[in-house]
T-cell receptor, first 113, second 116 residues
């Protein structure tokens, strides 16, 4: 069974530029999560989807971050414009249901110059 | 507040020796607890979880964890460490009230270094 797929794995951009990350969850997993992981820290939830609905986006900085999960499968996380402080690893995870074990993708390492 | 603490930034052990990575939690009601491992430039891999039942939970790669309700701890253990166990380990608890209900709250991680 394929795991959670994320692309790109690495992205380097200049500040004020837009950037987008893509995630394909494990087949059949209805719940999808985006996390932010700063260096030396544990992951912090940005947004949680149940099917197409964003059920918890309280930690998503909505002035510059946006996300979508069309058709309840793939998801895209966007930053526009990027700031220096956005440099981090962005992790996507999925689970069968909200109460089930979460499985993580390899992450996208973003560097903002 | 719901939280997880991993008091050690780094744990060093010799190969073949037992290892323990510590975790304490704060959450009301019955906790759902998890351990994940992260290798360099990789995502988090699920090791084991405690939901209910036996306080000793067995997981992947020979790891186990002991749930202790009175001490609010969930320490990760392995009887004999391998060099390949060297990685970053994260403890997490599922939030069970408030707006974050159902979400995982992670500790800051513990770097395990196993020397030959």
């Amino acid at each position: 069974e394929a795991g959670v797929v994320q692309s790109p794995r690495y992205k380097i951009i200049e500040k004020k530029q837009p950037v987008a990350f893509w995630c394909n969850p494990i087949s059949g997993h209805n719940t999808l999560y985006w996390y932010l992981q700063n260096l030396g820290q544990g992951p912090e939830l940005l947004i949680r989807y149940e099917n197409e609905e964003a059920v918890d986006d309280s930690q998503l900085p909505k002035d510059r971050f946006s996300a979508e999960r069309l058709k309840g499968v793939d998801s895209t996380l966007k930053i526009q414009p990027a700031e220096l402080g956005d440099s981090a690893v962005y992790l996507c995870a999925s689970s069968l249901a909200p109460a089930d074990t979460q499985y993580f993708g390899p992450g996208t390492r973003l560097t903002v110059l | 507040a719901q939280s997880v603490a991993q008091p050690e930034d780094q744990v060093n052990v010799a190969e073949g020796n037992p290892l323990t990575v510590k975790c304490t939690y704060s959450v009301s009601g019955n906790p759902y607890l998890f351990w994940y491992v992260q290798y360099p430039n990789r995502g988090l891999q699920f090791l084991l979880k405690y939901i209910t039942g036996d306080n000793l939970v067995k997981g992947s790669y020979g790891f186990e964890a002991e749930f202790n309700k009175s001490q609010t701890s969930f320490h990760l253990k392995k009887p004999s460490a391998l060099v390949s166990d060297s990685a970053l380990y994260f403890c997490a608890v599922r939030a069970n009230y408030g707006g974050s209900q159902g979400n995982l709250i992670f500790g800051k991680g513990t770097k395990l270094s196993v020397k030959p």
